[in-house]
């Protein structure tokens, strides 16, 4: 048995986040991970990585959405395969690997691979099931971040071929090697709505079930509805409203019965309701541990549970289980373990991103908060079909959005669709971040042509109607 002074149970952000904080700083490290020779996690093999570069494969064979002068030949869904998307992505998940690797023998971090479980509050065993081996480790300290794993009722048919759970073609067991002609999604969440526009971008005929009646309610509602007319104009058949009632195979064909009696037929069904913290195996029960009803790990705001020697962070404690929050939760929960100083981050400026195509990013209140609130508020918007970047780079459809108060100026929220809005809506962060005011933007030059011009826009749009009606 080997003592270590922390050991990571998970390489995904949070744990790997972890680890390298607590190898730079000297501490004896050991990552786990049950994927054999595989570090990385859901983030790296079937999630964050996998379906971000798939997205920007499709975009750079169909040239999707640009402007006619920049568009590509109309690709057929049959001159495409599955094996051939794959292909193109596992390039890039075996090149974030060996960065991984490499930072971790750099820090001189050790990793085992197997299944991890305690058998009592400091000691774990690993069984790696290749090697027909396992490995008792004790450890000072205990990360957890272990993350979720798709859910999959017992009424659902997975079989990989024709019915799928959110792991999609990634997983291991994926049996299917041609594009599907049509697709139905039950499940239009992140996931769910990010596979239904990449596949209807390929020309595949796309299908949505969801329980909800609005498509992501937690955003703010005129990006929303600016999404859901570039998804009619997709021919995307959204059925919102209604669950599955059903969901069988029948000869080559998959059937989704809702709880509407309709029955949508397709090549391929993709199960996408929601995924479950990945804790089955670790005997949380011996360390008094507590979870939530839904089954994630409760920890304080340095990521630590109940037994003050074992922390957990990342999507196995829930909300908002992003891995740009991950990410931090490792570094902050590291810093906890090591008793250094955790400067406060202010959760109210997450930023999140959807990569639908377009991709939507956000950071602050939403329009519909700000009236529940009863907060005086403007907004300015900016159409990207007024700048000259989005012109140039053939990307015309998009909108940004500035929410500030109408009676001290100071931005409330940005919300931004259209090309390249992950990365636009930091500039709105920092300037929430320092307190500013909606005119930084009208006093600040920014360089041209440049995507940060449509702040500019946005912020003369906005103040421009709070000025009409001071008058």
Not at 176 to 190: E, N
Not at 210 to 217: A, E, L, S, V
């Amino acid at each position: 048995m080997e003592k270590y002074d922390v050991c990571v149970i998970g390489s995904g952000p949070a744990g790997e986040r972890c680890a390298i904080e607590c190898g730079s700083n000297g501490l004896k490290t050991l990552v786990v991970d049950k994927r054999e020779r595989k570090v990385g996690g859901v983030s790296l093999h079937t999630g964050t990585i996998p379906s971000k570069t798939l997205r920007e494969v499709i975009l750079d064979l169909t040239g999707f959405g640009l402007s006619s002068y920049l568009a590509k030949e109309n690709i057929k869904p049959e001159e495409i395969t599955l094996s051939e998307l794959y292909k193109r992505v596992d390039s890039i998940i075996s090149c974030e690997q060996d960065v991984l690797e490499a930072r971790f023998r750099s820090k001189k971090i050790d990793v085992l691979y197997g299944t991890a479980y305690f058998t009592d509050k400091n000691k774990i065993e690993i069984k790696n099931k290749e090697r027909n081996a396992t490995y008792t480790i004790s450890a000072e300290k205990f990360l957890i971040a272990t993350g979720t794993e798709p859910r999959r009722p017992e009424d659902v048919p997975f079989d990989y071929e024709f019915v799928y759970d959110s792991d999609f073609i990634f997983s291991p067991e994926n049996k299917r090697h041609s594009l599907p002609r049509s697709l139905t999604v039950v499940g239009a969440g992140v996931i769910g709505m990010e596979y239904a526009l990449m596949f209807a971008a390929l020309g595949v005929e796309v299908s949505i079930v969801d329980r909800k009646n609005t498509i992501f309610p937690y955003i703010d509602g005129e990006i929303n509805r600016y999404l859901l007319d570039i998804m009619m104009s997709m021919n995307i058949n959204i059925y919102s409203g209604r669950n599955y009632k059903r969901i069988f195979k029948e000869k080559d064909k998959v059937y989704v019965v809702t709880t509407k009696d309709e029955k949508i037929e397709s090549d391929a069904v993709l199960f996408t309701q929601g995924r479950i913290p990945a804790t089955k195996d670790l005997n949380l029960e011996i360390l008094g541990v507590k979870t939530d009803e839904r089954g994630y790990i409760k920890t304080n705001k340095f990521y630590q549970t109940d037994n003050p020697d074992i922390f957990a962070c990342g999507d196995v404690i829930g909300y908002p289980s992003l891995a740009s929050t991950s990410y931090e939760q490792g570094r902050v929960a590291a810093r906890a373990i090591m008793g250094l100083p955790v400067h406060s981050h202010n959760p109210g400026l997450f930023p999140f991103a959807i990569y639908t195509i377009p991709e939507i990013a956000s950071v602050g209140k939403t329009e519909e908060e700000l009236i529940k609130e009863n907060i005086p508020y403007e907004k300015g918007i900016a159409f990207y079909h007024d700048v000259s970047k989005a012109i140039i780079k053939g990307r015309r459809k998009g909108m940004l959005k500035i929410l500030f108060n109408r009676e001290n100026w100071r931005i409330l929220g940005i919300h931004v669709i259209g090309d390249q809005a992950a990365e636009i809506v930091h500039i709105g962060q920092v300037a929430m971040g320092l307190n500013t005011t909606v005119d930084y933007f009208l006093n600040t030059v920014f360089n041209y042509p440049t995507w940060a011009e449509i702040y500019r826009i946005a912020a003369f749009n906005g103040l421009n109607k709070l000025t009409c009606d001071l008058k």
